[in-house]
């Protein structure tokens, strides 16, 4: 990922948070017929240190799994807020009319070599979590445990596990920080009257983000 100094994210908990927050990722590996890509949901776990593990299924009919060369590092990649910036929100276009539209957004970047696994308690303990993750803020969540126990096996049988443990991870934050203060106040109101759930996130970040 090109990585400029300003954008650069350091801080492994902020990163995780960010996948976290993502919540779905794409998984991309190396084989035989070159890359392929699955767009799943992923769990990061924060061990073990420095940048932790990545853990997540794919359905067994779906051959990525088969496929991957090991000896070839795998690719998680997750995207977060991300909206479009006109240049007309810059105090620089008023005053040069030297500006361009560009794209503010959150990237995270994890590498390492992918382990698939089909063993029926791994599944069933990673299914249960991911299950838990996102069914714990509704009101009434449902639980692994709510479906007949035959039945969850059954479908245990249509997917394979895998873990990514992280050696390498990337957190680009690209929220105007390469732009003059009052060019960033532009885009925070900008952004904030355009009123969409991605556009009032990004304002808070480019609000808040430190400038490099």
């Known amino acids: 990922m090109y990585l400029p100094t300003q954008f650069k994210e350091d801080s492994v908990p902020a990163i995780h948070e960010a996948i976290r927050q993502a919540r779905i990722g794409t998984l991309v590996t190396m084989g035989e017929d070159g890359m392929e890509a699955s767009h799943v949901p992923m769990l990061v776990d924060p061990g073990p240190e420095p940048y932790g593990t990545l853990r997540g299924h794919?359905?067994?009919?779906?051959?990525?799994?088969?496929?991957?060369?090991?000896?070839?590092?795998?690719?998680?990649?997750?995207?977060?807020?991300?909206?479009?910036?006109?240049?007309?929100?810059?105090?620089?276009?008023?005053?040069?009319?030297?500006?361009?539209?560009?794209?503010?957004?959150?990237?995270?970047?994890?590498?390492?070599?992918?382990?698939?696994?089909?063993?029926?308690?791994?599944?069933?303990?990673?299914?249960?979590?991911?299950?838990?993750?996102?069914?714990?803020?509704?009101?009434a969540p449902w639980a692994v445990s709510d479906a007949p126990p035959d039945f969850i096996q059954s479908q245990l049988k249509g997917i394979v596990g895998f873990e990514l443990p992280i050696v390498r991870l990337e957190g680009k934050w690209k929220m105007s920080q390469n732009r003059t203060a009052e060019d960033r106040a532009g885009v925070v109101e900008g952004l904030r009257h355009d009123g969409g759930e991605d556009e009032t996130v990004v304002a808070d970040m480019v609000a808040t983000v430190d400038r490099k």
């Open 58 to 139: 794919v359905s067994k009919g779906n051959l990525q799994w088969r496929r991957v060369n090991a000896n070839v590092p795998a690719l998680a990649m997750f995207l977060g807020p991300n909206t479009y910036i006109t240049p007309n929100w810059y105090a620089t276009k008023r005053q040069t009319g030297k500006v361009v539209p560009t794209w503010n957004y959150v990237a995270v970047h994890a590498y390492g070599t992918v382990r698939f696994f089909d063993d029926r308690a791994e599944l069933l303990d990673l299914v249960t979590r991911l299950t838990a993750t996102h069914e714990g803020g509704r009101p």
